[in-house]
Every structure is written in structure tokens, then in C-alpha cells.
């Protein structure tokens, strides 16, 4: 399948304290991307980037294979946007305004908003049509934004950080919203940053991480979860596994603790074959990272 989002060798210099450098992502149809990364590594700034909501120094953005962002053809980027559905970290409606008229504004801005669907979503969250947007809290707002992203049957959702805030329970429920959402067409496909990989876990294909600006892995999901692998090492095993030659110079990344030392292993069904005495647990998203980010390399 074709790609709803493709982003090329994006560069953006804020000052001498952040550039993002090069940056490339692609949304591939019918997938969800998840994009993590540390506070200020540069997650928002690369969405806005993407959104056309501020100019790049470099780079190009399509998306549903046009060309997009604030240098493209006006027209063909406002049919684009309508298939756009996006969800920020904080509520962006004036806070006078009530629920209802937040409904009725985004109808007016979206030929395929469905009045019927936003009241279900209302009613799932528990909003009131009459309340005021500065009574919500930080949650409900979130939850505001996703039921207006969800009803104007978007082909493409863009959340930036769209569960934080929410609890437990909510976070799953927004999940399973998402995955009906992606059930009702597979040409449909979701990019979302998020500090909880446990959510991107249960949902991403994909997971693309940043740091300071520069995209630093870009990975099939199950190649993190299922794949790779953490193996507990006392030093002198952490020595045989990395003169055994079966890893290159600098393939591994390793994380000394008082208790011994773990290693990211890139498939560990292999290493369990070649070293069955070293117990080799799965890894998760937060293991991966860190292991990548601030693993020491060997
Ligand atoms: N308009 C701006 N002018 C100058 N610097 C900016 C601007 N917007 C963002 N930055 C800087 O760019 C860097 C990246 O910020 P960004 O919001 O993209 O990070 P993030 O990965 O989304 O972080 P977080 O997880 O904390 O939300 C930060 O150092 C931030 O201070």
C-alpha cells in the first residue's frame, strides 16, 4: 500500500538550542507508527514540522502523496488537512466555548464531520454537550480532542501525546477506539507520539525514536518486543558473550547495575541457541530506548 505520510531530511534550527537534523518518517497505509523519545528530544517540533504548522530550513513533506506544508499548492493542502485528524497535549478551543459548540465549529470546518459520531463519543467519555471548555479537566479535553479528531472520519490521525493525562482505564478505552477506527478501513493509519510505550506497545507496527533532533531508530514493533532481548549477565558471561564473535564491534549496548550487567541483544531465540546458560528475558519499548540511547556500546 501507498504511504499516508512521508517526511524527508526535515531541518529546523531553533537558535544554537535545538535543530532537528535530517529527519525522516513515514506513515505507511494501513499501519501505526508510534514516535518516542525524551523530553525536548524533539517529538512536537517534528509533528508540527509534518502538519505544515511551522516552516523548515530543509526537507519535504507528502502526504496521501502530495506535497504538503506551507510552501505547497493552498488548495490541495486544505482538501489534504480535511483528512487529517490531529489531537495535541493540550486542549487548543477557547475556553468559553461550550462542548457543543465546539461540535458545531468543527462541522463547519469539516465536510465529513458526523454529528452522530461525536455525540457516541461524547457519551462514551461522559461530556456534557453544555459544559464549558475551561471545566474540563486536563483528561476530559484530551478526550474533547479525540472525539472531534475521530469524527470527521479522518483518513490519517496525528496524536501528540494523546494519552497523557488520561487514566488507566480511559487510556485502554481511547485505544480500542483507535483500533475501530483503523478496523473501518485499512487504507486508515495513525502516527502518535507518547511518553507510555506501553500503550504504543499494545498498538504500534512501528516505533521511531528521537533524540536531540536526530531520528535514532526506526523499528518494526514486534523486532523490539518479541525479537530483541535483555540477557542478564555476571561479568565474566558479559566478557564470553562479547569476544564469542557472534555479535560486531559495537553491536551491543550494555546497562552496569550493583547486580550485574544488561545487555540488548538483537534476537534472543539466537542468543538463547548460543549461550542456553544466560537467561535472556523479552524486551519493552522503555528497555529498548534506554539500552539504545544510554547503553554503554561494546
Ligand atoms: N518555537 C520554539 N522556539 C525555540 N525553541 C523551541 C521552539 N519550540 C520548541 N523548541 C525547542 O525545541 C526542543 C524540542 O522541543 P519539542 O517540543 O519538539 O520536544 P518533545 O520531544 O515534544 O518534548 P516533550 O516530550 O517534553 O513534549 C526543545 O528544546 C524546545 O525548547
Sequence with gaps: MADSLRAVGLNKR???DFS????SLVVPQGSVVGFVGANGAGKTTTIRAVLGLMRVDSGAVEVFGEAFGPQADAAVCNRVKE???VVFDTCPYAGDLSVATVGAVMAAAYPSWRPDAF???????????RKKVKSLSRGMGMKLQIACALSHDPDLLVLDE????????????????LRAYLAADERRSILMSSHITSDLDKIADRV???DEGRIVFDEDKDAICDVAGIARCRAAEFDRVARSGAYADRELRCARHAYGIDVLVPDRFD???QFPDIACDKATIDDYMQLVLKGEIR
Excluded at 532537528?20 to 529527519?23: A, E, K
Design 83 to 85: 483528512r487529517i485528524g
Design 20 to 23: 532537528l537534523r535530517d529527519v
Design 162 to 177: 494523546a494519552t497523557a493525562g488520561l487514566d488507566p482505564i480511559a487510556r485502554d478505552e481511547v485505544l480500542d477506539m
Design 271 to 273: 542468543f538463547a541457541r
Design 208 to 210: 521511531v525514536c528521537i
Design 14 to 16: 531553533y537558535g544554537d
Design 119 to 129: 455525540k457516541t463519543h461524547l457519551q462514551r467519555f461522559g461530556i456534557g454537550a
